[in-house]
């Protein structure tokens, strides 16, 4: 019988800290596991629960490789090979690019895991210098967290934004990517209710990624203790997605998986008693949050 739940693993480290690793079974035999960077996030995007932990500290390259390693060595006999990697757990993979760059060579060596670097994806909030670098020492697959059409919002739910604007980003992602043959970055859209789902934000999305080999990957917001955002109605996401592929654009559509047990995209993590600040909210939001609460 097939394992279709999702498995949440907690290492505890030497020094005592504790990280989040996620299997993620797939009916087609595809099975993914998502793996930490960091314990903690320094970015402090405002819709996920690790960015208010702040950033305890870097992973080491083998603390990086042994989450895969113990993943495929402990749940391989129950769910069948794992095939896909995604740095998507706790942390933001690029802040430690050093140990990620070689955590990855690791990944795909064939004296290492052998996985192909089609098959290992490394997400990014958008730290530009780090991501050029990556585009240019990697053959791995690159995931960039969009989540927003404007800079005021960006801004708001990703403070990153603020250093590296949309303009900048997408830009060095056009420039980048031109001498990359057949590769295709993924943007990753979590959907928020009120935030950026709207009519306007899918036309804006559209001509945002105009020139970017691409594939847009919208993601269901998954909620968690303290947050004030909301998930976009399934009917919503499915507008906005018609919206996009009508456009031509390549889209898909991922369901929540492990939000029962905190194990989801956004849910990694436990914030201690001192946390990351909470942003102030842009005028034009406030009442569609408090209208949502």
């Known amino acids: 019988m097939e394992l279709k739940r999702t498995l949440q693993m907690l290492f505890k480290l030497e020094d005592g800290l504790v990280i989040e690793t996620v299997l993620i079974p797939c009916e087609r035999g595809r099975n993914t596991v998502c793996i930490s ?3 903690g996030c320094a970015m402090n995007c405002q819709f996920c629960y690790t960015g208010r932990m702040g950033l305890k500290r870097n992973l080491s390259t083998s603390e990086i490789v042994e989450q895969a390693v113990l993943a495929r060595r402990l749940l391989s006999s129950e769910v069948g090979p794992i095939s896909n990697v995604v740095f998507m757990g706790m942390g933001e993979p690029l802040h430690n690019i050093e140990n990620v760059l070689k955590a990855a060579d690791i990944l795909v060596d064939e004296q290492g895991l052998h996985f192909s670097p ?22 791995c697959a690159l995931a960039v967290s969009l989540n927003a059409t404007t800079d005021e919002v960006r801004s708001w739910i990703m403070p990153i934004n603020r250093k590296f604007n949309l303009n900048l980003l997408l830009g060095t992602l056009r420039e980048e ?3 990359k043959h057949k590769y295709k970055v993924l943007f990753e859209y979590v959907m928020l209710a009120g935030v950026n ?12 990624v105009q020139g970017i080999p691409c594939k847009i990957n919208l993601i269901t917001f998954n909620p968690h203790s303290g947050s004030f955002f909301k998930p976009t109605k399934k009917e919503k996401i499915i507008e906005f997605r018609d919206i996009l592929a009508e456009a031509g654009c390549v889209v898909l559509f991922r369901w929540s998986r492990g939000n029962d047990q905190m194990a989801a995209c956004g849910q990694l993590g436990k914030p201690g008693e001192i946390q990351a600040p909470v942003l102030q909210v842009p005028s034009q939001f406030q009442a569609v949050l408090e209208a949502a609460a």
Do not use: H
């Open 197 to 208: 789902d709207s009519v306007e934000d899918a036309k804006r999305l559209i001509d945002l």
């Open 177 to 179: 990517l031109q001498s």
């Open 37 to 39: 960077s960091q314990v």
């Open 118 to 139: 089609r098959k290992v994806t490394v997400s990014t909030s958008g730290l530009v210098p780090q991501l050029k670098r990556f585009l240019r020492e990697s053959n």
